[in-house]
């Protein structure tokens, strides 16, 4: 699950913003994804994901 939030939340910014986070040191460029990707994947997408995940492993099997 943590991949399924982490990987598009990295990609996604690095896609649109790459030129100019290319211009960033890279100490620089992990601390802009890192300080904007944790709060969106700990506060957004995994209680979500958690969620989703629940209701597929309480729902009734269908035969």
């Not at 620089?28 to 969106?40: D, E, K, N, Q, Y």
């Not at 997408?45 to 729902?59: A, G, H, N, S």
Request: hydrophobic residues 55%.
């Amino acid at each position: 699950m943590i991949w399924l939030a982490v990987f598009p939340t990295l990609a996604l910014p690095t896609l649109i913003l790459g030129a100019r986070l290319r211009t960033l040191p890279p100490v620089a460029r992990t601390f802009v994804l890192a300080t904007t990707a944790v709060p969106i994947v700990d506060y957004g997408l995994l209680p979500q994901l958690q969620r989703l995940r629940q209701r597929l492993l309480t729902q009734p099997a269908r035969i």
